[in-house]
């Protein structure tokens, strides 16, 4: 008899919220040169050199952070039950983390602060999730997760 497919397998995304599509983030640091360097070139104008260095200086800096905004734009945590195990995905800077628990195995630990993250472990590996969610949600998820999830052996 086949397997039914139609069955839905609970999975959790957790993401980075992202304020700016990588062309508006461009549009407002093109903005901020230009009127960084047109009140640098005035100052310039009358004798003070330096006040371009520091507005370089300071683009440049702008632009390290939004270069490591960008970077980090697309990272996420995704939590799936999928034939018969527990998946953990991490993915940041583009680079990914996986992780596969036997759910017979698996400990789920419930957050209780606001800063704590839901545990996740075998006792071989283990893994924290949820940097991208509110605790709220942290919670609901743990909880979902060990209602899903078989008791672990003592």
Known sequence: MPRDSSREQPQWLFTRHRALTTRQLLRAYGLLCLFSMAIAVAFALRGLWYIP??????????????????????????????DGMLIVEQVSAGHCRRSSFS????????????????????????VDVGVFATPERRQQVARELCALLPDPPP
């Open 53 to 82: 260095c520091f507005s370089f200086a300071e683009l440049s800096l702008v632009a390290v952070a939004l270069l490591y905004y960008r970077r980090h734009a697309h990272d996420y945590e995704h939590i799936a039950l999928r």
């Open 103 to 126: 759910p017979w195995h698996t400990r789920i630990v419930v957050p209780q602060g606001s800063r704590q993250l839901i545990r996740i472990g075998d006792g071989a590996a283990q």
